[in-house]
Structure formats: structure tokens, C-alpha cells
């Protein structure tokens, strides 16, 4: 019984740091970019690992393997928990304009429960994924112009369909040239700023659209923000956990969640059979250049689509 138990140990081990390593490979290999996906979740797996070890030692035949898998646990542990920290270590302040980016599934979200949510949070600016034309007319019965009367963007029958809306004046800079559409937008805000509002291909099937789409929003928020303050905001279809995400970061840009210290908030996906289980991974971001500070972030859960929307306040480091 203790060699199956050892064994079963060692090959979780053996999974859980082939996890932790994907967070640090580039690479556009379909089965590592969606092992990264959850590459988080090897922290509880360290330390269940860890605790095992420790209580086992004193019993074991082999302590010198035992104390190994504590070691390579307690290593995953600490690259994991590093990973994590931040989520939960943010600052407190004054918002000065609040965004929310949501994922619509082909137009199947509720259009009421969205406008009723852009209404509830005070929305300043919004941007959405896969607006069908049907459902862009529902939101607008629903009276989304009247609370954002400024919109770009094209609804369509396929997955391009980004656009945002605003209660600001929009300019648009030029349309992204990535799968699922995206937008390169002046927002006439108290702070002006240029707004990325994307959605990338998803690299579950074929993986090349997808690190195709990465590079070219690394390139274009690189420009955005030597320009000037910028957000980028939308359905990535990737994780902090994806090197690709991270390059996008390195720009000089903020994840909203990470610096609000938000926690952890997943956002894919909603729907299972079973009501309990919840969405395990965060694909939605609000990303923020130095001028802005993001004070807050919070998921909504909407009907009728496999996305939770992701509400971010952010504030201007240079306003009194």
C-alpha cells in the first residue's frame, strides 16, 4: 500500500511541477499554453504534496525520497504563492472612472441584466465581445445608448463582434487586425487616454491565431503607451500564468486585478451541470498604464453567458 501511495505522490509531483514549468515556456504548443491555463492551481497541489511528506516522515522506509518531494514541493510552493501574492496586496483610493469589459457568447447574454449592470455600477466606458447585430439592438431598446451614448465597433455573427460604448467621446485610432476583432480608441475622458478593446483567437483547437493575436497586442500597447496613459481592456483567452500575457505586462502596463489586489476572480467558464462548481481560470483583464491606479475590480455574473463580466475603478495618479 505504501509503494502505490509513493507512487501516486510521485507522479502528482511529477504533474505539478510540469505545470509550474509551463508558466515559464513560450512556446505555442497547444497542450502547454492549456496547461499554463491552470498552472495556479499546482499551489494547492505543492502543499498538499508538503503536508504529506510531513506527516509521513517519520514512518517512511526511504526518508531521503520523502524529503526530496518535500524539497521540490516547498520550491513550487514558494514560485506559486510568489505568483499569487500580489492578488491579495493592493491600495486603497479614489476612483475617478470606472470600466467593464464582458464576454457576450454570440449575443445569447441577457441585454437587459447587462444595461441593468452598466446602470448599477456606474460604467463610464465599456467594452464587449461577440455583439451580435440582434443583440445590439437589444441593448440599445434596453437603453444602453442612453446611458452610454457613444459607441464603435461592428456587431457581427461571428466572434469579431468587439465594440465599446462610452459616456465619453470616442475616436477611433484603427480597427486591431486580431481574430476575434479588436479596437485602437481615443476615450475623451477627464484623463484622456487610448483604450485597446480586444478579443483574441482561443488556443484550445490551434494555437498560431492565438500567439499571433499576443504579439500584436504586445506591439500595439507598446506604442499606446509611449503615446500616453492607456488601457487595454477585453477577452484575452489567456492567463498571467501564460508567458504571452505576461510580454503584454511588460510594456509597462498593470493587470487591474493584481494591482487592486483583488484576489483571485475567475471569469471562464460559468456554465456546468452541476450549479456548485464555478469558473476556474481569468481570461478577462483590464490592463492599466502608470498614470492610471487601479482601486478595485469585481466580477458579475450575467445570464445567458459563459463569461463573467470583470468591473475595474480605476483612479489618476495625478489628479488632487
Not at 505545470?19 to 502547454?32: C, H, I, N, S
Not at 449575443?107 to 463610464?124: C, I, L, M, N, Y
Not at 487586425?177 to 477627464?190: E, Q, T
Not at 499571433?212 to 507598446?222: G, K, L, S
Request: include cysteine; glycine fraction near 10%.
Amino acid at each position: 500500500m505504501r509503494r502505490i501511495v509513493g507512487f501516486l505522490t510521485g507522479l502528482l509531483l511529477v504533474g505539478l511541477v510540469a505545470m509550474t514549468v509551463a508558466r515559464f515556456l513560450g512556446t505555442g504548443l497547444r497542450t502547454l499554453v492549456l496547461v499554463a491555463s491552470f498552472s495556479c492551481y499546482s499551489l494547492v497541489g505543492f502543499l498538499v504534496v508538503l503536508v504529506g511528506c510531513l506527516l509521513a516522515f517519520r514512518g517512511a522506509r526511504r526518508r531521503r525520497l520523502v524529503a526530496l518531494a518535500a524539497l521540490v514541493a516547498t520550491v513550487g510552493l514558494m514560485v506559486q504563492g510568489l505568483a499569487v501574492a500580489p492578488f491579495f496586496t493592493g491600495t486603497t483610493g479614489r476612483a475617478d472612472l470606472t470600466v467593464m469589459t464582458s464576454n457576450l457568447e454570440f449575443g445569447r447574454a441577457d441585454a437587459a441584466a447587462v444595461v441593468r449592470t452598466v446602470a448599477s455600477e456606474g460604467v463610464d466606458v465599456l467594452a464587449l465581445e461577440e455583439v451580435t447585430p440582434e443583440e445590439l439592438d437589444r441593448l440599445l431598446g434596453a437603453g444602453l445608448g442612453q446611458l452610454l451614448p457613444h459607441r464603435l465597433g461592428v456587431p457581427s455573427y461571428t466572434a469579431a463582434g468587439t465594440m465599446v460604448f462610452s459616456h465619453y467621446e470616442l475616436e477611433l485610432t484603427a480597427d486591431l487586425p486580431i481574430r476575434n476583432g479588436g479596437l485602437d480608441v481615443r476615450v475623451a475622458a477627464p484623463t484622456p487616454y487610448r483604450l485597446l478593446a480586444i478579443h483574441t483567437a482561443q488556443p484550445v483547437g490551434w494555437t498560431t491565431p492565438w500567439t499571433r493575436d499576443m504579439a500584436t497586442i504586445r506591439e500595439r500597447a507598446a506604442q499606446a503607451v509611449r503615446s500616453g496613459p492607456t488601457m487595454v481592456m477585453g477577452d484575452f483567452n489567456a492567463t498571467r500564468d501564460h508567458v504571452q500575457f505576461r510580454a503584454i505586462l511588460g510594456t509597462g502596463l498593470r493587470d487591474a486585478a493584481e494591482q487592486a489586489g483583488s484576489g483571485w476572480q475567475p471569469t471562464w467558464p460559468t456554465r456546468y451541470r452541476r450549479s456548485w462548481l464555478r469558473p476556474v481560470i481569468a481570461i478577462d483583464h483590464v490592463l492599466v498604464s502608470d498614470r492610471f491606479q487601479a482601486m478595485s475590480t469585481h466580477t458579475v455574473e450575467l445570464v445567458g453567458t459563459d463569461h463573467r463580466a470583470l468591473v475595474a475603478r480605476v483612479g489618476d495618479r495625478n489628479r488632487d
